[in-house]
């Protein structure tokens, strides 16, 4: 089992709708949790992190960490065509030095 | 502004031959990656180094090496490209620091092997 698991899709969403990314993960860990977003032909740029269990929210964006079910997701509310990307999850332990781990990334399509 | 560079953007090489994709931050972050992304596998982590002189495997080393002689540049050599490194590569660095740092990820470097 991959110690982080997040469905590629690919997810095609009607604008306005309420988008749901998931990643589950094994090891228990991990303590920050991450949110990358990766337009096509470029590099990954973080979108949102959190600290432990909780939720985070930033503009349309909410991030959320179940710690007990190991379960993270991101939801989008009012999508957008510039939301279509690819969105990795990725997690780390709580020394800041160590490799991050990252879900294999869901590809994400808003239809206007 | 500070930045976090990679070249070539585009390689096209033959089977057998040695490739050096380059990769320069201006940060002067101590950690510095290597990932390959392929359909399907996600971003895969080849190398990786906490400083200077500093260096270690990641999931998928084979076929790869790197050496950190600077903080600012980690080079990352193919020694002998094969079809399957066919891939895009991308470097990514982060600040030393005790809890949790931003990466920052470089632009990509899409490399073919014929």
Same mark, same amino acid.
């Given at each position: 089992?991959?110690?982080?698991?997040?469905?590629?899709?690919?997810?095609?969403?009607?604008?306005?709708?309420?988008?749901?990314?998931?990643?589950?993960?094994?090891?228990?860990?991990?303590?920050? /949790?991450?949110?990358?977003? +990766?337009? &096509?032909?470029?590099?990954?740029? !973080?979108?949102?992190?959190?600290?432990? #269990? *909780? $939720?985070?929210?930033?503009?349309?964006?909410?991030?959320?960490?179940?710690?007990?079910?190991?379960?993270?997701?991101? /939801?989008?509310?009012?999508? +957008?065509? &510039?939301?279509?990307?690819?969105? !990795?999850?990725?997690?780390?332990?709580? #020394? *800041? $030095?160590?490799?991050?781990?990252?879900?294999?990334?869901?590809?994400?399509?808003?239809?206007? | 502004?500070?930045?976090?560079?990679?070249?070539?953007?585009?390689?096209?090489?033959?089977?057998?031959?040695?490739?050096?994709?380059?990769?320069?931050?201006?940060?002067?972050?101590?950690?510095?990656?290597?990932?390959?992304?392929?359909?399907?596998?996600?971003?895969?982590?080849?190398?990786?180094?906490?400083?200077?002189?500093?260096?270690?495997?990641?999931?998928?080393?084979?076929?790869?090496?790197?050496?950190?002689?600077?903080?600012?540049?980690?080079?990352?050599?193919?020694?002998?490209?094969?079809?399957?490194?066919?891939?895009?590569?991308?470097?990514?660095?982060?600040?030393?620091?005790?809890?949790?740092?931003?990466?920052?990820?470089?632009?990509?470097?899409?490399?073919?092997?014929?």
């Amino acid at each position: 089992q991959k110690e982080v698991e997040q469905d590629p899709g690919p997810l095609s969403v009607p604008e306005g709708a309420i988008v749901s990314l998931n990643c589950t993960y094994s090891n228990s860990a991990f303590q920050y /949790f991450m949110w990358y977003r +990766q337009y &096509s032909r470029k590099g990954p740029e !973080l979108l949102m992190y959190t600290y432990s #269990s *909780g $939720n985070k929210e930033d503009g349309r964006f909410t991030a959320q960490v179940d710690k007990s079910s190991k379960y993270i997701s991101l /939801f989008i509310r009012d999508s +957008q065509p &510039s939301d279509s990307a690819t969105y !990795l999850c990725a997690m780390s332990r709580p #020394s *800041g $030095n160590t490799p991050l781990v990252f879900g294999k990334g869901t590809r994400l399509s808003v239809i206007a | 502004d500070a930045e976090i560079t990679q070249s070539p953007r585009h390689k096209i090489t033959e089977t057998g031959r040695q490739v050096t994709l380059a990769c320069h931050q201006t940060w002067n972050h101590n950690n510095m990656f290597w990932y390959r992304q392929d359909l399907g596998h996600g971003l895969r982590l080849i190398h990786y180094s906490y400083g200077v002189h500093d260096t270690n495997k990641g999931e998928v080393s084979d076929g790869y090496s790197v050496s950190r002689s600077n903080t600012e540049d980690l080079p990352l050599t193919l020694e002998s490209a094969a079809s399957s490194q066919t891939s895009v590569y991308f470097c990514a660095s982060r600040k030393e620091t005790s809890g949790y740092n931003e990466q920052f990820f470089g632009p990509g470097t899409r490399l073919t092997v014929l």
